[in-house]
């Protein structure tokens, strides 16, 4: 099941939304909501469910007896738990996500054809993995209490909002939080607005500009002109930014619903003054982990900086996908962040501060270009089109941009931190007009998004590969 589907939006949830409300007492509500999630994970993938609960219940235990082991004084026991649980996460993730992959290699470095086990990826699994995995580690560490009720952790990990797309969250985020949650119609009211401009980023936004994508870049890249290559590799940017952002906008929104508050995944990334600033604006919650449980780790910036820095952003790529478009992705912005850590300082003052806002927005677009392509020779024949190999303009090239210039106007403007902060200035929300505006604002998107939705047959979601 995924949010932007006509199902979800008028049977599911509302049904939630009645079940939660109705329901007293925190602990029935985090019953009703585990029940709830696990409904809405199985939805699609009935079996994966028990992947799922196995992974909540290592991880639960894992963390009983590193408490266990740390209150008897047996850090060997507390270490060995903490070995087992990321050595079962990590060999989750390399089963299901990486042994096609794995194999595949293998056989290309022994000149022979293996024979693939083809495993179908359980939905959300990066993502879950590493909510359990980082409790056990953070109890390890002594960062976090551990956490004695099974029916609280299984709401930790199961919780649906952010299971499928993130954020990844942090158990330390949510630790009060499952216990102790306020619901109330003014966070209910302020979570719908947040889900419905997710909502709308996602069907009126990330599928419209995703389809113009497709068109250009899934056809024939040899005779694509280098002005139709350019536009759709824009597409795909504003299809990436819009159709993860407003899953997380939505996630976010749902867990306001519930009274859940989780931190904010992107940040205006387009907008960005250098690679790293991107980077601390995109997938927020996944830089972090990275940051959190490898960089520094492995000596961050005090020590083996280049070390810290191949391998962090080397498990970042691979973590979007088995394909080595994703390993070169990563390095890519290895490369860039190792560029303006050592290089850029060399550069006077004024020219170091002024190049990397001219370098940092085409330097991500061509990340999306190697993003993309997980084949090679059309990652090649892709870039050939756009340096104008075929040419630089077709036929129908100024009307195919004609055309789409009110969307790529509208995707700006959209990405922009602009917008909210003039409607802000101009609408107080302690005015009594603001509830009127904020439900004529909904129940446009609303609107809007459902009459797509019901004429749509083009509703891709990047991150469900991942």
Known sequence: MVFSSLFFLYGFLPVCVLLY???????????????????????GEPIWVILLLFSATQDYFCGRVI??????GTERLAKGALIFSIATNL???GVFKYLDFYLYNIGLAFNVTPTLPGIALPIGISFYTFQTMSYTIDVYRGKVNV?????????????????????????????????????????????????????????????????????LLDGRLYTLPAADALLGILMFTAHIYFDFSGYSDMAIGLGK?????????????????????????WHISLGAFFRDYVYIPLGGNR??????????????????????????????????????????????R???????????????????????????????????????????????TPSLWLGRFPLILICFAAASPKPKIWAERLI??????????????????LLLSTAFLAGQSFNPFIYFRF
């Open 21 to 43: 409300a109705l329901t007293p007492g925190i602990g029935r509500r985090n019953i009703i909501l585990i029940l709830l999630s696990l409904a809405f994970y199985a939805w």
């Open 67 to 72: 408490g266990r082991a740390r209150r008897l």
């Open 91 to 93: 060999m989750l993730l």
């Open 147 to 215: 956490q004695k009720s099974f029916t609280d952790f299984l709401l930790f990990v199961s919780l649906f909002p952010p299971l499928i797309a993130g954020p990844i969250l942090r158990y330390s985020e949510l630790e009060k939080q499952l216990r102790n949650r306020p619901f109330t119609w003014e966070g209910c009211a302020e979570g719908i607005t947040r889900f419905c401009c997710g909502l709308g980023k996602k069907v009126l936004l990330a599928n419209t500009t995703g389809e113009v994508a497709s068109g």
């Open 257 to 281: 619903i519930f009274g859940f508050k989780y931190g904010e995944n992107f940040r205006y990334p387009y907008f960005a003054k250098s690679i790293g600033d991107f980077w601390r604006r």
């Open 303 to 348: 020590k083996r900086v280049v070390l810290s820095l191949t391998v962090t952003w080397f498990l970042t790529g691979l973590w979007h996908g088995a394909s080595w478009n994703f390993v070169i992705w990563g390095l890519y912005f290895a490369v860039w962040l190792a560029f303006e850590r050592w290089v850029l300082p060399i550069f006077p």
């Open 350 to 396: 004024k020219i170091a501060g002024v190049l990397p806002m001219i370098y940092t927005f085409p330097a991500v677009v061509l990340g999306w270009v190697i993003f993309y392509f997980t084949d090679f020779a059309r990652l090649v024949g892709f870039l050939k089109s756009l340096l104008g190999y075929n040419d630089f303009a077709g036929t129908e």
């Open 428 to 445: 107080n929300k302690g005015s009594a007009l603001y509830p009127m505006l904020s439900l004529c604002y909904n129940s446009v998107l």
